[in-house]
């Protein structure tokens, strides 16, 4: 082997020493640049409000890492841009820290302590490494373009939903701009090192230190071959190399100065943003602070630190968009936009050195960047967004927040404002009776303790719909009469329930929500019992995941799981299967809020169900448009609803028979739903509780078996 | 600039209610309070002027009751509504509604307003008089049934539309300072927020004695009042009753209740 000090790379290799201090000139001068750039950033965030998520930072560190690494929430439903994007970032990664190991000994080890590390073998592997890199970076990056330019992917259309062709911020061709000239800068940079490395192999081909290990930097090495094949000599070479050099320099170096100004400061904000990540985020709405002279978001300064921080993380991929309810049946929403909106807003109004004033903040109305009562009010808060967001942006908690201000300046649709009103004056949706609350429980053959009165195993929390719709009262009748027959020691809170409060907080009616809540949390300390049970999805959430923050700790499971249990241990007796086909739908406040995905699937089997999935399904499970309060507001005429959209997805299953449900506003909307769909006749909607009771019935069975 | 908006919480009856022993109103056990609707929009005009006025405009809200009435004027404060005044001594008991104009015309004279709102009407006894009544005391001018209005704080006169029977409307220019009794639909009353009630709770309400607008237990109650409630009861059902069966059946039940209800 030649003396292995000899095989590296010389930098800056037979430059004049102008030369180089003029790259290292324009080097400073860009990093001043993105350091100005960051600067600014995170004077933006600054201006937001406090926010509490520091806790835990190692942790969460560790877990942002593991996201990065492994890539986990960008290959999914989408993996060939998640594997692409995976080429780049590995290459990306790769190439950085082999420029860092390269200042490491050039600028710093071997100035200071005459250290050299960077030859021999370790720079022969070096050198395989990052053209390995370089080829991912490309390839990564080709991928991209060909996504962008002939896939015409619905979710990288940047035209929007709540605007007009015409308004100024209708198409946002800047986006389509910006993407591709990142695009092209960055498989430049990449194109221009290897064909610069190439050229240096090709200049130094006589010198067998560099040209005999060529084949460590194989890309090189072939670039090399092909430019020896088209003719071009060692001097000529030479003579093209600075001009590459430069090229790919000052191309680099601008790059980076770019980075805080552009979509490539994703780099920073996309992990910082999955660092911050609430896993409760939706879950658990923020509380508003009693001293607190308004709710929720008016202006930009409203938010906080860290919603700014998301803001800037939206890479505009668009698979919030693609998941979103509302945006498929064609209402004025697109979580992205939204996200973009205030992005641009907060750009605009915060990045200068002085703040405009108040008014210029103001985040609602028809400008651009505000953002419309219409979009916010079209949400379901179903939680898709969030769900899939593949950098942890809070969607949902950043339209509630606004919406607590639509609340406050009463801009709601009249029947939701009566609705509001009904459930204060009454406790319930209904606007029914206090005292009707456990009317049904006087038509079982047997009596329903009282919680209040006496101690109870599991208590029941009914919630509004079970409690009151006629529907849904059969249902809860055979829930009752379920648990009688396994054995269960349970009891109702009768009138003292109001509604949880799961739709109202989502309405943005936090003063509202604060009432019900402490009202219940209240009731129920007052009661013995070992934990809750429920059939309201809606009602579980907010029990389970909010009014701890009011100070109400209570253990509460959705009957799926109770049942399952009982099922299990025998307490509940099947007496038959069912032989039929069915599907089924994941409430939004069960699977992805709660991720209750197995238990109902299990009880389905046990059932002796065939159990086919719709394509929309568990965590991507179609929300019913009922949820953030919607079930309140009446749907726009022409529009299609979410519920007819999903039962088209059903009729789809080839001999469908039961399309099961296990949330009674499910039940409600998805009845109503096949009547208008045209799928009536062809397969019905049932809440699981209702297949079950179908399963027990014959407790007279029992005896003729046993007689038998 | 003053505008003084009356205001009553009425009562609505909860499912399966009972009357008082006394036999002269429904159990207090079976009765929803809230704000009475009409004065929803009454205060909502009054707020409409103070918000495009130039000049200072002070709503004052005012309501004859006990303790409870607290919460539906902590409502209307929660709604803009700068001040709240309310009247009660147990001696009020049973006041009809000229006796409550009476209470009513002597708050105006204390505060002096320069307009004075009422609802038409209360949804729970629904006279249609306190608002009159309490303009005859004043010898004020009154227009009934306001579904429009155009004043300028300052103004001499305000301009109104009121609604007649048949869908006609009547235009009335009318001294200040009146007494209008404001009709439904005159404007989209706005959302008190939860939140905004709590805050309000921060505002004090004025509580005054009937010694304090100079009226003394004399000039209220069901003893000096100009009518008295007798009775309240439910009348015995009518004879209705669902008929079933087929649709030929259905005829010839009708027909054999026609012929027994004309005696054949
Ligand atoms: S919560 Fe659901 S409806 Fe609301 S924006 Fe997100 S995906 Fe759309
Ligand atoms: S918010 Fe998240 S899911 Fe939506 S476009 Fe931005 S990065 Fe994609």
Redesign the pocket.
């Known amino acids: 082997m030649d003396n292995a000090k000899q095989i590296t790379r010389v930098l800056f290799e037979s430059f004049e020493p102008q030369a180089i201090h003029l790259f290292y000139a324009i080097g400073y001068l860009a990093i001043a640049i993105f350091i100005y750039g960051v600067f600014v950033q995170i004077r933006k965030y600054r201006r937001g409000k406090a926010d509490g998520s520091w806790n835990e930072l190692f942790g969460r560190f560790v877990d942002m890492l593991k996201t990065m690494a492994t890539h986990r929430t960008l290959v999914r439903r989408d993996k060939s841009a998640g594997r692409a994007h995976g080429l780049i970032f590995l290459g990306f990664v790769l190439l950085f820290i082999g420029t860092s190991t390269i200042t490491l000994e050039y600028d710093i080890l071997e100035p200071l302590f005459g250290i050299k590390f960077w030859y021999g073998n370790f720079y022969l592997i070096f050198s395989l490494v990052l053209d390995v890199a370089g080829l991912s970076l490309i390839v990564g990056l080709l991928y991209m373009m060909y996504r962008r330019q002939w896939l015409n992917l619905p979710?990288l259309d940047y035209k929007r939903v709540d605007r007009q062709p015409g308004d100024p911020d209708f198409d946002r061709s800047q986006y389509r701009r910006e993407d591709w000239a990142f695009l092209w800068s960055f498989i430049l940079i990449g194109i221009t090192g290897f064909i610069l490395e190439a050229s240096r192999l090709v200049w130094l081909s006589e010198q067998a230190t560099v040209w005999d290990y060529r084949f460590w930097s194989p890309v090189g090495a072939l670039l090399a071959e092909i430019m020896h094949g088209l003719g071009l000599t060692d001097q000529s070479a030479g003579v093209l190399r600075p001009y590459l050099w430069w090229f790919h320099g000052l191309l680099s170096l601008t790059f980076i100065a770019c980075i805080p100004y552009s979509k490539i400061k994703h780099i920073f904000t996309?992990a910082s943003s999955l660092m911050f990540k609430d896993p409760l985020a939706g879950r658990r709405l923020p509380m508003v602070p009693d001293e607190q002279k308004t709710a929720g978001y008016k202006t930009i300064t409203d938010l906080t630190w860290k919603n700014l921080l998301h803001l800037d993380?939206?890479?505009?991929?668009?698979?919030?968009?693609e998941a979103c309810p509302a945006n498929a049946v064609g209402a004025p929403l697109s979580?992205?936009d939204v996200?973009?909106s205030l992005r641009e807003f907060a750009n605009h109004a915060l990045s200068s050195k002085e703040l405009p004033k108040e008014a210029e903040l103001d985040i609602h109305g028809k400008g651009i960047g505000q953002v419309f009562m219409e979009t916010l009010w079209s949400c379901r808060t179903c939680l898709a967004?969030v769900e899939?967001?593949?950098?942890a942006?809070e969607?949902v908690p950043i339209i509630v927040q606004m919406r607590r201000n639509l609340v406050e300046a009463g801009e709601m649709e009249p029947l939701l404002e009566k609705t509001l009103q009904t459930i204060h004056k009454t406790g319930n949706s209904f606007g029914e009776s206090k005292r009707k609350r456990a009317a049904w429980t006087k038509e079982l053959p047997f009596e329903v303790k009282d919680a209040r009165t006496e101690p109870v195993d599991i208590l029941w929390f009914v919630g509004d719909y079970a409690s009151f719709d006629p529907r849904n009262q059969k249902v809860t009748k055979s829930f009752a009469r379920l648990m009688q027959h396994a054995g269960v020691d349970f009891g109702l809170l009768f009138e003292a329930e109001l509604n949880a409060g799961n739709d109202v907080r989502r309405v943005g009616e936090e003063g509202l929500y604060e009432l019900l809540a402490s009202s219940n949390i209240g009731t129920l300390q007052a009661c013995d019992f070992a934990s809750i049970v429920t059939t309201d999805p809606h009602s579980f959430n907010t029990i389970r995941n909010e009014y701890p923050d009011f100070g109400g700790q209570f253990e509460i499971e959705h009957y799926t799981t109770l049942v399952k249990r009982l099922i299990e241990t025998g307490q509940i007796k099947l007496k038959k299967k069912l032989d039929c086909r069915v599907t089924f739908h994941d409430p939004c406040h069960l699977g992805r809020y709660n991720k209750g995905f197995d238990a109902p699937r299990e009880v389905l089997k046990l059932l002796g169900c065939e159990l086919v999935e719709m394509g929309r399904n568990r965590d991507n499970s179609f929300c019913c448009g009922a949820g953030g309060g919607r079930i309140w507001i009446p749907d726009p005429v022409g529009l299609e609803k979410p519920s007819a959209n999903r039962m088209k997805e059903a009729g789809q299953i080839e001999g469908l028979q039961v399309f099961v449900v296990s949330c009674p506003k499910d039940l409600t909307m998805f009845e109503d739903a096949l009547k208008t769909s045209g799928y009536e006749g062809r397969f019905v909607v049932r809440e699981l509780i209702e297949l079950i009771d179908e399963c027990v019935e014959y407790e007279v069975w029992e005896d003729s078996a046993v007689t038998a | 600039m003053k505008i003084l908006v009356a205001v009553k919480q009425v009562a609505a009856l909860d499912e399966d209610f009972e009357i008082r022993a006394d036999e002269k109103d429904v159990d207090e056990d079976f009765l929803l309070y809230d704000l009475n609707e009409w004065d929803d929009f009454s205060l909502e005009e009054a707020m409409k002027i103070k918000e495009a006025s130039a000049s200072e405009v002070e709503v004052v809200v005012v309501s004859v009751g006990p303790d409870r009435v607290d919460e539906s004027l902590r409502k209307c404060l929660a709604k803009g509504a700068d001040r709240a005044i309310r009247i009660w001594d147990d001696s009020i008991e049973g006041s009809d509604a000229i006796a409550i104009g009476r209470i009513l015309a002597a708050v105006a004279q204390k505060e002096a307003p320069d307009m004075l709102f009422a609802g038409v009407q209360s949804s729970d006894q629904a006279y249609a008089a306190t608002g009159i009544s309490t303009a005859a005391y004043l010898n004020w001018p009154h227009a009934a049934v306001v579904a429009n209005l155009q004043y300028q704080p300052g103004n001499q006169s305000a301009l109104i539309r009121r609604e007649l029977e048949g869908g006609l409307l009547q235009e009335v220019e009318i001294n200040c300072p009146a007494v209008l009794t404001i009709q439904l639909g005159i404007n989209k009353p706005r959302y008190a927020s939860l939140r905004g009630i709590k805050q309000a709770a921060a505002k004090a309400i004025e509580q005054m004695s009937l010694s304090e607008i100079g009226l003394s237990a004399a000039d209220v109650g069901a003893t000096h009042s100009m009518s008295r409630v007798r009775r309240m009861y439910i009348p015995s059902k009518g004879r209705a009753q669902m008929i079933e069966g087929t649709i030929a059946e259905q005829a010839a039940k009708l027909i054999q209740i026609m012929n027994e209800f004309k005696g054949v």
Do not use: M, S
């Open positions: 979710k996309a993380a939206c890479t505009k991929c668009g698979r919030c968009q979580p992205r996200i973009l967004c899939i967001c593949p950098v942006v969607h």
